[in-house]
């Protein structure tokens, strides 16, 4: 063939090439629109469930309440009719049974008129005493209409202007929730989640985070965190596993919780920082990562390390105090490049380490920098990052190493930076505590 040819017919398998290229790409394209086409109707079917629901559940409570109202009110209208007729019923039978007796007295004194002569002075004797009998002049006392109840029923028109008010303010529709989840970060053992504010106008007083096994249809959402803060690291994750987050926030001033933010899917392939289990004076967690210093010794600072190098470059470890005891200059917390057996204190070589009075020492030669001093509540970290590696040399081991960390303690609101020498070139390092008094407690990730 020709070079024409030859020319051609690459330009035509690299025209397919870029087609078939351009095919997928539109696909995957269309793919996103689906799922965009999903969310939108998905959200919108459930958003008409939830107003269905919520406005049902109000029209059946509402007219419970007003039955209830209704019935109470009839109730006491009844009670007030009650106890207002009975006196009256009273009165009557009292009236009616006097009416009797004068019927009676009337038809035995025309009797009387109008016998015989031989008759006439025994029946008007017996009338005159009957008569006398009855007492004539006293009569029953009727109650006058102003002294009696008439019973009425007052209703306030206002409530209905009221309700109408408050119903055309109740709920609200949103195409996008006012917080959304912006970042996810793993962590050993958990995850590090970031969200932010995507409505301006929304006033957040508090946010609250949840999450859930991924794939899993009969997991429900769990609380991991409620408050004021953006982020929140939510540990004791199964490494290699996917996990759902979600957040919403609060009003100010408001009682219920935004709609929640799409959820987003995070997970961990770093295990989690343990202590190691068996150290003389210490109790561990079930979940190795708190410490308890359990008894005293004057003599010995045993030192408690992790169960392997889980602490990496690039990381933030933590430890947070939740528990003190008396202070000793051998206290310390800090990460060395191997878990040497036999060590009283961090405070040696290939280590770094802060005391609980708040000195630093590194390689066992404390710091003129120092940080403040570790109480209950108190929060060290320590991050770490290569800064560079040069061949070994006399000169370098002479200045005690050959590959070089840069390390950031903080402790409080205060920090120190500097480089650490180290004989070897590490990716991972343990880290560890060590006190000489019974009472400290330490949370480490």
């Not at 109470?72 to 009975?86: C, H, M, R």
Request: aromatic residues 8%; negative net charge.
């Amino acid at each position: 063939m020709s070079v024409e040819v030859d020319v051609m017919l690459q330009e035509a398998k690299e025209s397919i090439e870029a087609a078939q290229n351009y095919r997928s790409e539109l696909q995957q394209r269309l793919q996103g629109l689906n799922q965009a086409r999903k969310q939108v109707r998905g959200s919108s079917g459930q958003a008409r469930e939830a107003l269905r629901r919520h406005f049902t559940e109000l029209q059946a409570a509402t007219s419970q309440l007003l039955t209830e109202r209704l019935a109470t009110l009839l109730a006491e209208v009844d009670t007030i009719e009650a106890d207002s007729v009975k006196p009256l019923d009273d009165c009557q039978s009292l009236i009616e049974h006097g009416v009797g007796q004068a019927d009676e007295l009337l038809r035995e004194g025309e009797a009387a008129l109008r016998c015989g002569l031989g008759e006439k002075e025994d029946k008007l004797g017996s009338f005159t005493k009957k008569a006398m009998h009855i007492q004539l002049d006293s009569l029953p006392e009727v109650p006058a209409l102003v002294d009696v109840p008439c019973v009425s029923a007052q209703l306030d028109d206002s409530l209905l202007g009221l309700l109408r008010e408050r119903v055309t303010r109740l709920g609200s529709v949103s195409s996008h929730p006012p917080v959304q989840i912006e970042e996810l970060q793993e962590r050993p053992g958990g995850t590090l989640v970031r969200w932010c504010k995507v409505d301006e106008d929304f006033a957040a007083a508090d946010y609250r985070l949840q999450y859930r096994r991924s794939g899993s249809g009969g997991s429900q959402y769990e609380d991991a965190y409620i408050g004021r803060d953006c982020e929140f690291l939510v540990l004791h994750l199964d490494p290699h596993t996917d996990y759902l987050f979600r957040v919403c926030a609060r009003g100010e001033g408001r009682t219920e919780w935004s709609p929640w933010s799409i959820p987003q899917t995070g997970y961990t392939t770093l295990a989690p920082h343990e202590w190691c289990p068996g150290t003389e004076g210490y109790i561990l967690s079930s979940r190795r990562n708190i410490a308890l210093r359990s008894d005293s010794s004057q003599s010995r600072c045993p030192v408690l390390y992790s169960n392997a190098p889980t602490y990496f470059c690039g990381q933030t470890l933590t430890f947070k105090m939740s528990a003190a005891g008396p202070m000793d200059r051998r206290d310390s917390l800090g990460v060395c490049v191997d878990s040497g057996r036999g060590e009283e204190s961090l405070q040696r070589d290939q280590a770094v380490c802060i005391s609980t009075n708040g000195a630093v020492f590194v390689n066992g030669k404390e710091m003129t920098n120092q940080l403040p001093a570790i109480t209950v509540g108190s929060a060290v970290t320590f991050d770490m990052e290569v800064v560079n590696l040069f061949p070994i040399s006399n000169n370098n081991l002479s200045e005690g190493g050959n590959f070089k960390l840069r390390v950031t303690i903080g402790s409080g609101n205060r920090e120190v930076v500097f480089d650490w020498l180290v004989d070897q070139a590490v990716d991972c390092l343990f880290f560890g505590c060590s006190f000489v008094h019974s009472g400290w407690k330490v949370l480490v990730f």
